[in-house]
């Protein structure tokens, strides 16, 4: 059995400041009046024109391009936090941070968002307005939810079903984790998956509903991972390995590429699985080594 370590006791976790609260919804009603008014200046600038069907098409056509526009002018204004860790506090770098997300969370509202969902030509047009970088042909569903779409990536062919979640910016022990998400081409992430910050996913990984890729995983080229799979913080995996249902890969474990790991298994943090080895257990153990591969498998 592997040993989970406590956190040391006389370390301290920095709590978000009670001004953030006060200070992003300040932000949100800024940035939600801004763009009600400039949606309605768009729609009731414009002169009447006949007939009544054409005049209605023209200030809807016009509202949806101006906001679209409007969004990605705003983005381009409003100070992104560099990638990687921010302490929270009273700091430059967290208060960019605050603000950005309060512009997202508002650009995500349903009432600005809700009416390019309907279509996949105009949800890949607001996603892009954001900074989202998406090829034409990839597939996402409407439920998808992106925390920071400029830190997120999907190539060609791609597709995230029904209730995924990119959460590219994670407020978590007194630190926000900043960091983007890349989908290569072909992948496949099934219902409900959450993707964490710095997750990166291979051409045509299959990933099952239900499953978690931690922070800075790396799933290599043509790999499986089963429903409910758990991948933690920092796992590597290599090409073509295969992850049963319900396995639980721990912090830090580098598995080589054709290795299998069967339903069910736990692997210990910062264990090293050889390429073509069979693991099954809990915890795990190699129960068929590949003889093309001479390095042993090692559990620090």
């Known amino acids: 059995m592997f040993v989970v370590r406590a956190p040391r006791q ?14 992003q919804d300040i932000w949100r009603i800024v940035f939600f009046i801004f763009f009600l008014g400039a949606d309605l200046s768009i729609v009731f600038i414009l002169p009447k024109i006949q007939p ?49 997300r309060s512009f997202r969370d508002v650009a995500n509202c ?26 034409y042909d990839a597939t996402i569903d409407p439920s998808v939810v992106i925390s920071a779409p400029s830190l997120f990536a999907v190539d060609t062919g791609a597709q995230l079903e029904a209730g995924v979640k990119v959460e590219n910016a994670v407020h978590a022990m007194g630190r926000v984790r900043i960091s983007p998400v890349t ?13 964490m910050p710095g997750a990166t996913l291979g051409p045509n990984v299959r990933i099952g509903p239900g499953a978690y890729i931690g922070p800075d995983t790396c799933v290599g080229v043509g790999v499986k991972i089963g429903e409910g799979a758990i991948l933690a913080a920092g796992v590597d995996l290599g090409s073509y390995v295969r992850i049963g249902a319900g396995c639980v890969i721990a912090e830090g474990v580098s598995i080589g590429e054709n290795a299998k790991i069967r339903a069910g ?23 068929f080594r590949d003889p093309r591969h001479q390095e042993s498998s090692v559990e620090e």
Do not use: C
């Open 10 to 23: 006389n370390s301290i976790i920095q709590r978000e400041p009670r001004f953030a609260h006060l200070l």
């Open 52 to 100: 009544l069907w054409l005049d209605s098409l023209g200030r809807a056509f016009s509202l949806l391009v101006g906001h679209v526009i409007l969004m990605f002018l705003v983005r381009e204004l409003v100070p992104n936090p560099p990638e990687g860790s921010v302490r929270v506090g009273k700091d430059k770098t967290y208060l960019k941070w605050l603000i950005a």
């Open 110 to 135: 349903r009432l600005f968002y809700g009416p390019y969902q309907l279509l996949h030509g105009t949800r890949y047009l607001y996603l892009r307005a954001l900074g989202a970088k998406l090829a």
């Open 183 to 195: 989908v290569s081409e072909g992948a496949l992430v099934g219902a409900h998956v959450t993707l």
């Open 265 to 287: 298994s736990v692997i210990p943090p910062s264990t090293r699985i050889r390429g073509g080895e069979v693991w099954q257990g809990l915890p795990a153990r190699a129960v």
